[in-house]
């Protein structure tokens, strides 16, 4: 059996099933200036120390061959999937379908929506769009995720505590086996993160484990070679 060094204690690779690494929301709209994240006041520089790391990440499953899907957090033009509720919170000058600098804020297809070009997907790699925080609500994923034999979810992305945390506990409600990728995943808030890190791993891995990129690729390397030998 292999495992990965993770908290609250290591983390065992599938004997059978495959694993999948899901990068949540690195889109333009959070990412970069003139972006909702911006213009909600938040520091936006924050959450981009992540990128290089996750780079390494997303490079090492695709060497590895291994599955990605890519989220965008997005609603339809004419806003029909957005609840007024969310239309209405923040009450800042601009909400979601608001014209910005980078087009209409989280609206599918527009400009500040696209993932970061360091970032970007691979024809061959899933994009799920969602519009609620989980990427399970109103989506493909799982059906996706079952046809591809898929029982271990490595989780990424941003922001920590909404739309990556959401996902996690979908996930985990599901059956899935889920680790938090801790320094690829970041929030506007570092205590946020650093609270949402110890929620998922308490009381013995309740929703599930967090470990670091390269204890991730560490173990995934010893698995892979393992796992097409079955």
């Known amino acids: 059996m292999v495992t990965i060094s993770a908290q609250p204690y290591d983390y065992e690779l599938p004997a059978s099933g495959n694993v999948a690494l899901i990068v949540i929301d690195m889109q333009r709209d959070f990412m970069e200036l003139g972006g909702f994240g911006d213009i909600l006041g938040n520091d936006v520089s924050l959450l981009r120390t992540i990128v290089p790391t996750l780079k390494q990440l997303i490079e090492g499953f695709r060497a590895l061959e291994l599955p990605i899907f890519h989220t965008i957090e997005c609603h339809q033009s004419d806003l029909s999937d957005c609840p ?14 608001s014209k910005g600098p980078m087009g209409r804020i989280l609206v599918k297809g527009e400009p500040g929506n696209g993932i970061i070009p360091e970032l970007a997907p691979l024809p061959n790699e899933t994009v799920i769009y969602k519009p609620g ?63 949402t890190l110890e929620m998922v791993r308490a009381q013995g891995g309740i929703v599930g484990w967090t470990a670091t990129a390269a204890d991730v690729l560490k173990g995934l390397e010893a698995w892979k070679p393992l796992e097409a030998l079955v």
């Open 84 to 97: 007024p509720s969310k239309i209405k919170r923040g009450k800042g000058e601009l909400t979601i379908g």
């Open 133 to 195: 925080k989980g990427a399970f609500y109103a989506t493909d994923l799982e059906s996706m995720l079952k046809a591809q034999g898929i029982t271990h979810l490595f989780i990424t992305g941003v922001t920590t505590e909404v739309c990556v945390q959401t996902t996690m506990r979908e996930a985990n409600d599901r059956g899935y086996e889920c680790l938090m990728v801790e320094d690829c995943t970041e929030s506007y808030f570092p205590e946020f993160k650093q609270a």
